[in-house]
C-alpha cells in the first residue's frame, strides 16, 4: 500500500513551482463554486506518520484556499467535559455547514491506529473501531458531507533523516515533537497499523488517499491535488438523492433486506406494538390521578436528586399525533425535576444553519451531560414521521434512517446514557374532538394551524409511517413505550411510572 | 419597596379566570408580533425569596406562550469547565437571537444576592457585582435585547405557611426543597438583601418588577402582565437606533465626555501611538529574518509546551489595513503551535445568526480555554473601524462600543486570559503596491476585492478610526501593539518577540 510512497518521490522546484500556481487558482475556484452551490460540504480527515508534515500541510491548504471558509479542528486527548459524551460527540460539534470545508486532525481513527500500532493490538477492539468509523461516515455522506482522508506517509529513512535534520540546526530543532522521535523506534508497526485501518475503512465514499511526504514540494503538490480532485467530483450518492431516480418501492425492499441481513431491523418478541392494536379504553378518575401524579412525581424528584443520579444523562423522546398531550405530560414532568437540570426542546421545522448540516446534527448539539435532563418535544424521528409521510425526502433517505437512528441511539447508550421514547396514541375521533376544542378557545387555537388538519387528512399514512418505526427501531436497549393517551390523567401518570421504574433499575 | 407583595394580596378563582383567557390570548398575540418584527429579543430574568414559586411561573410562561420559541436556561453553581471562562461566558451562551424570548434562572445575580445576604456582607463586593451586572445589561440593552428582572416575593408567614402546608402533605411534601426551608430561618436578610440589590441595579431599560407571590393565582397573573408589559412596549434606545435621529457630531460630543466621566477614556501615558508617526523604515534583512524567526518560533513552541502554559488563555487580536499582511503574520505564529492548541479565526462579515445576537456574541463563543491560544484575524473592533466609517451603525453604537469594548477585555484579563492586540501599520503606497501585486497573481487575486478598493479610497477616514481607537481602548491591561509592517519581515519578527515576552512576563 505505501510502496510508491517509501520511494520518497520528489518534485524539483523547477517542476514544483508552475504546478502549484495553476493548484492554487484551481482550488480557489472550485472551494468557491462549491461555496456558491452550498449543497454539500468538504471534510478533510488528517492522518499519517508523525513527522511528516500534517501540519505544515494544514497551515498550506489554509493559505492556498481562502481560510475564511475552512474549519479546522485540531483534537487532543479528550478532556474531561468531552468524556461525560458519546465518542462522536467532539466531531458533531465541529462538522463544517454545506459549501464548507473542514479539515480535521486528531480525528475519529486516532483511537483505531493506536490499538493497531501496540505490541500486542487487540483485533476485536479494532474491528469495533473501524466499524463505527465507517458507520458514521456512510451517514454522513448520505447527509451532504464529502469525506476524503489523507494518509501521510515516508520511508523510515526520509523520516529519520527529516527529524535529524531538523534536530541538528538549533534554529529549526524546536520543531521536532517527542512523538516525531519515537516513530523511529516503531516504524514498521505503525506503517503496519495504517496499512491496517486504512484497508478496512476504506470506502468509495470516504476514501483514504496516501500523500507522498519525504519532499516538501510533492507533499504540498499532492496534498493541493486531492483535495482538488475531491472538490471537482462530488459525492455520487448525493446526486442521486437530487435527482429523485429511486422509486419508494425498491428503495423500501433493498433497505429492509439491508435491514434484516445486518441484523439491524430488530422484531422485538412480543411483536412490536401497533397503534392499532392499543388499547384506547384505559383511564385514571381525578382521585387516583391526584393521588398517583403526586407519589410518581415524588418518587421521580426523590430519584434526579439522589448522588447517584449525578453520572446519569437522562433522554426523554416524545412523540404522537398532533394534539396528543405532549406538552402536558412534559410539564408534568419538569414539574418534579429542578429547574437547573432539565432542558425541554421542542423540535419544529429545521433552521437553515440546522439544514446545512446533517439531520442528527442539531440533535447532538443538545444532548444532556450526566445529572441532567433533556426532553425532546419531537425528536429524530421526525425524519421517518413527518418527512417521510410529507414527502420532504427521498424514501432512500428515509429508508437508511432507520439504521442510522439505531445506531444514534446505540452511541447514547454507550456513552451511558438512558433513553426513554414515548409515543402519546389517540384515535382519530379523539383528535377531532380536540382539535375543535382548540379552535373555540381564544389562548388554545394557536396550537392548531392548518398544518395540523393537513396532517390529520394523512391519518392512516402517519399510522402506517409510526407502525413502521416501531417495527425497525423498537431495540433492546432503546425500546419504544407505547401509550394511549385518549385519557391524558392515565398516560401522564403511565408515562412518570415508566420513567421512575427506568431510573430504579439504572441507578 | 416590598410592602404591597408582603401584604399577600390575592385573587380569587372567579376574579383570575376571565384576566387569564385575555392574557394568554394577549401574551400570544404580542410574542408572534416580535417574532415577527425580529429585531430585539426579550430576556426575563427571574430572581426571588426561594419557595415562592419561581420555577411554577416559569412553567407557566412556558404553557401560556408559544414554547417553540422560548428558551429557558436555568444555570446552577459554576461547573469546572464553565469556570474555565470568565463569569459571563456562560450567559453569553443563551442570548436568545432577535424575536426570540429567553428565560433566565440562576441569573448573574447570583453573586450579588448571596453575598448581601450575608451575615456579614462585603460592601465593597457588592458594589462590584452590581456594577458588572449594570454594564452587561445596558450593553445588551443597546444591542437589542430587552431586559425585564422578575423578583418574586412574598411575606415570611406565607412562605412559611406555603412551605409547610406542602410538608404536611406526603404528596406534596416532596415539592419543597431545602432552600425553601433555610428561607424561614432569614427571611429579614434575604428581604433586605433582595431590596438592596434590586435598588442597586434597577434601571429604565432593565427594570426590576415585584411579583407577589403569596397567592398561586396573583402570582400567575401579575407575571403574565409584566411580561405582557413588556412585549408591548419595546427598547427606547432600539427606536432611537431604528430611526438614526442622533447626528455624528451630538453623539460623538456627548460620548466623549461620558467616557472622559466615567473614567474609561484612558489616555494612555506616553500618547497612544499615531498611524502617521510610525517609522515605516524599519526592516529585517534575510538573514537577520531567518535566523530571529527561527529564535522567536523556537522560544514560542517551548513557552506554549511549558506546564504553566496549560492554565493560560491566550487571545492574540489582529487588526490592519488591507494587505498588510496579517495571514502571514498569523502563519509564522501557528507554524509554532501544537494544530491543536490554537484555533484560528478569520472574522468577515456577520452571518443572519451573528447579526441577530449583540455584536459582541459571536466572539464570546470562540474563546480559548486556559492552554488554548484564538488568533483573531479582524476582530470586535470592526465595530469602530468598518462599520463605523461605512456607517453601517448610527454614531452612538460605535461611540459606546469603546466602553464596551474595554469591559469585555477587562473580563477577559479577570477570566485569567492574556490578550495581545497587534495593528499591522503600512503606508498608503506601500498597499497600492501591494495590491498591483496581488492582482497580477492568479491565485492571489482572490484576496483583492471590490471592497479592498472602496475601503483604500476611504484611507484617511480609516486612519482617522484607528486613531481615535488606539487613543479609546488602548488600556493598561490590553495595550495596543502598533508596528510598521512595510516590511513584512520585521514585523513578522516584531510580533512574534511581543508575544513571546508578554508570555514570558506572564507565565
Not at 516503531?186 to 497499523?193: E, I, M, N, S, V
Not at 446514557?417 to 381564544?442: C, G, M, N, P, Y
Not at 393537513?454 to 401509550?483: E, G, I, Q, S
Request: hydrophobic share 40%; net charge positive.
Amino acid at each position: 500500500m505505501f510502496d510508491a510512497a517509501e520511494s520518497d518521490p520528489r518534485l524539483t522546484a523547477e517542476q514544483a513551482k508552475p504546478l502549484e500556481a495553476k493548484l492554487r487558482t484551481a482550488l480557489l475556484k472550485a472551494q468557491y463554486a462549491r461555496l456558491k452551490k452550498a449543497d454539500q460540504s468538504l471534510l478533510i480527515v488528517i492522518a499519517g506518520i508523525d513527522g511528516a508534515g500534517k501540519g505544515a500541510s494544514i497551515s498550506l491548504l489554509n493559505e492556498w484556499m481562502d481560510a475564511r471558509h475552512i474549519r479546522t479542528s485540531a483534537f487532543g486527548e479528550p478532556t474531561l467535559e468531552e468524556r461525560k459524551f458519546p465518542f462522536f460527540w467532539r466531531y458533531w460539534q465541529k462538522l463544517p455547514a454545506e459549501g464548507k470545508i473542514g479539515i480535521v486532525f486528531g480525528s475519529w481513527y486516532e483511537p483505531l491506529f493506536k490499538e493497531a500500532g501496540k505490541k500486542k493490538p487487540d483485533p476485536a477492539a479494532i474491528q469495533e473501531h473501524a466499524q463505527v468509523a465507517r458507520q458514521f461516515e456512510t451517514m454522513l455522506s448520505h447527509d451532504g458531507v464529502q469525506i476524503i482522508k489523507l494518509w501521510y506517509h515516508l520511508s523510515q529513512e526520509a523520516q529519520v533523516q527529516r527529524t535529524d535534520k531538523l534536530l541538528s540546526n538549533p534554529e529549526t530543532a524546536w520543531r521536532v515533537r517527542p512523538e516525531d522521535i519515537k516513530v523511529r523506534k516503531k516504524f514498521a508497526r505503525l506503517r503496519d497499523a495504517g496499512a491496517l485501518g486504512i484497508s478496512l475503512t476504506h470506502s468509495e465514499h470516504a476514501p483514504w488517499q496516501v500523500i507522498p511526504s519525504a519532499d516538501e514540494e510533492m507533499r504540498s503538490i499532492s496534498t493541493g491535488q486531492a483535495v482538488l480532485a475531491a472538490l471537482r467530483r462530488p459525492v455520487r450518492e448525493h446526486i442521486a438523492k437530487e435527482r429523485g431516480t429511486e422509486t419508494t418501492e425498491a428503495a423500501e425492499a433493498v433497505s429492509v433486506n439491508a435491514l434484516a441481513i445486518s441484523g439491524r431491523l430488530h422484531l422485538a418478541e412480543p411483536p412490536a406494538p401497533r397503534l392499532q392494536e392499543l388499547d384506547y379504553h384505559v383511564a385514571l378518575n381525578d382521585h387516583d390521578y391526584d393521588q398517583q401524579l403526586a407519589m410518581w412525581q415524588s418518587r421521580l424528584a426523590k430519584l434526579t436528586q439522589s448522588k447517584k443520579f449525578e453520572k446519569l444523562p437522562l433522554i426523554l423522546v416524545f412523540e404522537g399525533q398532533d394534539a396528543a398531550g405532549k406538552g402536558g405530560t412534559i410539564r408534568r414532568i419538569t414539574h418534579a425535576l429542578d429547574a437547573r437540570q432539565f432542558h425541554a426542546i421542542p423540535i419544529s421545522a429545521p433552521s437553515p444553519e440546522e439544514l446545512a448540516h446533517p439531520y442528527l446534527w442539531r440533535f447532538w448539539r443538545d444532548l444532556p451531560g450526566p445529572g441532567k435532563v433533556t426532553i425532546f418535544d419531537r425528536s429524530w424521528y421526525g425524519r421517518v414521521l413527518v418527512e417521510r409521510v410529507e414527502k420532504l425526502i427521498q424514501p432512500a433517505q428515509w429508508q437508511r434512517a432507520y439504521a442510522e437512528i439505531n445506531h444514534f441511539e446505540s452511541q447514547l447508550r454507550d456513552g451511558g446514557a438512558l433513553v426513554l421514547k414515548f409515543w402519546l396514541a389517540i384515535t382519530k375521533d379523539e383528535q377531532l374532538k380536540r382539535f375543535h376544542e382548540r379552535q373555540s378557545s381564544t389562548f388554545k387555537s394557536f396550537k392548531i394551524t392548518p398544518d395540523d388538519w393537513r396532517n390529520r387528512k394523512k391519518w392512516d399514512d402517519y399510522t402506517h409511517a409510526a407502525n413502521d418505526m416501531f417495527a425497525r427501531t423498537d431495540t433492546p436497549h432503546c425500546p419504544w413505550h407505547v401509550l394511549s393517551a385518549n385519557d391524558k390523567q392515565h398516560a401522564r401518570v403511565a408515562v412518570l411510572e415508566t420513567i421512575v421504574s427506568a431510573l430504579d433499575k439504572s441507578l
